[in-house]
Each structure stands twice: as structure tokens, then as C-alpha cells.
């Protein structure tokens, strides 16, 4: 008899070929009460699935539901495939997709020129501060990026893959914030220098990253170097493109966690102010 709930839920399309792939074990990373986080057990990259309510925020590599998470506990086993997420009594599927990579759409570097003091200021501005402000390699890294050095760049990038306590580790969300900047902004201004930089961090990052980071930030970092990244990371993307309010996502981005807002903001700033001086446009000062 099948004593499991079944739903549905809202997925990222990241998940679409784990969701459809032959049924594997996985397994309960961690349980909070507006989502749980799953590994999927295979030997390539960290697979990782974060089911969550509506009130959590939505990461790349989430399916989103309306119904109360299940009660489960670190360790407890689940299931991944066949079209389906099992996880205590709860047997969900995808009844639609979304794209945690949305193109940006052309932008000039001039705009994105007139945005860096406006971010700067406002992250100036508020109470929430980066967990490593003042730290040695993320000067290093601003400075690698902006002079567009892969050396200094992937130097500054190793000393900061997980560096730093929690799930998501600080030096992760400066990393995570910087590669969807370079991989959005420099793609919709057509900042060859900024996309290569993005490719080849992105490789240095995601390198044997399993080792050296928790699973979930490890699963994010390579969602990161796609260009996938969480609901208020893309609405400042598109804030600095003036295609919305900048002051609002902003605001939105920094409540996030107890660090991991303004980290990921500190990379974006990285990252604004890199194709900005690459392609010219003027003081990238971050």
C-alpha cells in the first residue's frame, strides 16, 4: 500500500536531468522548516536539491512547493529520478519549470558605469556586512578581475573556496555573486574579457570543489558557474541594468541569511566593476 503524499511543485530547470534520469539514492544534508536540502549520490559533480516553501528563498537549484516541508531528519534517506523527488512520505513532481538563468538582454557598459556608486553606496549604507570584509584575497581578487589577470584572479579565488563557517561559507558567496556578474554582465555588454575570465574561474572554482566546501555551497558554486543564481541575485542583476528598482532588490538581496546577502553582493560589486574597467567604461572602483 502507497502510504506516500503526493504534489507538485515549481522546479529549476538545472534539475530537469536529475529529475529525469534513472531513480538514485540520495540522502538529507540538512532540514530547517521552510526547506530541505538533498544529495543526490553519484560521482560526478555535487548534486544537490533544495525543496523549499514559497517564504524561502528560491536558489537555482530549488523546487518550490505550497505545502508544508516533511518531517525528516539529517541523514534520513530519499530518492531522486524517474520524474520524481522522494523524501519522507512527500513524492513530489515538477508541474512547471523556471530558469535560474534568465538572459539579461543587451546592456550598455555605460549604464552599468552609473549603477557601481549607486550599489556602492547602498551597500555602504547598510547594517549588514560581508563576512570577510577587510579580507587579503578578496582585494586580490577585485584586483586580478578588474586587471583581467587569470594569475591573481584564481590565486584570490583558491584562498577563498570555503572560507569561512556556515552552509554557505563567505568566501563561496563573494565567488558565487562574482561569476554570475562576470557571466550576465559581461555576456549583455559584450565583454569578451569578462566571459572568458568568467569560463576560466569558473573551472578553478568548481575544480575537486567537493573537497573543499560544504555540498550545498559546493552544488551552488557550480549553479554559479553557469549563470544560475537565486530570485534576488538576478533582480539586482537587472537593477544594475536599470530594468528595475536597484535600491529595492538590493535591500532584498541583503537580508538574506546571516552573511550570505551581502557576500553575494560583494561578488556582484567584484564582478560589476571588472567588465566595467575591462571594457573600458570608466573607474570600476568597487
Not at 175 to 199: D, E, F, N, Q
Request: hydrophobic residues 45%.
Amino acid at each position: 500500500m502507497d502510504v506516500r503524499t503526493h504534489r507538485t511543485g515549481a522546479a529549476s530547470t538545472a534539475l530537469r536531468q536529475m529529475l529525469e534520469a534513472p531513480r538514485r539514492p540520495a540522502r538529507v544534508l540538512a532540514a530547517f522548516p521552510s526547506g530541505v536540502y538533498l544529495e543526490v549520490r553519484t560521482e560526478l559533480e555535487p548534486q544537490v536539491i533544495a525543496v523549499v516553501t514559497g517564504e524561502a528563498t528560491r536558489l537555482p537549484n530549488a523546487m518550490v512547493v505550497t505545502d508544508p516541508m516533511p518531517r525528516v531528519a539529517v541523514g534520513d534517506e530519499a530518492s531522486v529520478g524517474d520524474g520524481s523527488i522522494d523524501v519522507g512520505r512527500l513524492s513530489l513532481r515538477a508541474h512547471r519549470w523556471w530558469n535560474p538563468a534568465p538572459p539579461l538582454g543587451a546592456v550598455d557598459v555605460a549604464r552599468l558605469a552609473r549603477s557601481l556608486p549607486a550599489m556602492a553606496e547602498l551597500c555602504e549604507r547598510s547594517p549588514r556586512r560581508p563576512g570577510l570584509e577587510g579580507n587579503g584575497a578578496a582585494g586580490l581578487l577585485a584586483q586580478g578581475c578588474a586587471e583581467g589577470s587569470l594569475l591573481k584572479s584564481v590565486v584570490a579565488a583558491e584562498q577563498l573556496v570555503g572560507l569561512g563557517p556556515g552552509l554557505t561559507p563567505s568566501g563561496d558567496d563573494v565567488l558565487a555573486g562574482l561569476l554570475v556578474a562576470l557571466h550576465h554582465l559581461g555576456g549583455a555588454t559584450g565583454a569578451g574579457r569578462a566571459v572568458w575570465l568568467a569560463g576560466w574561474l569558473a573551472a578553478a572554482v568548481t575544480f575537486d570543489v567537493r573537497g573543499r566546501t560544504t555540498p550545498i555551497s559546493a552544488a551552488l558554486l557550480h549553479c554559479a558557474a553557469r549563470g544560475e543564481a537565486s530570485g534576488e541575485v538576478l533582480a539586482v542583476l537587472r537593477g544594475l541594468a536599470g530594468r528595475q528598482s536597484l535600491e529595492a532588490a538590493l535591500h532584498r538581496l541583503l537580508q538574506l541569511g546571516h552573511t550570505s546577502g551581502a557576500d553575494l553582493a560583494w561578488g556582484l560589486r567584484i564582478g560589476l566593476a571588472a567588465v566595467i574597467d575591462l571594457e573600458g567604461g570608466g573607474d570600476g572602483e568597487y
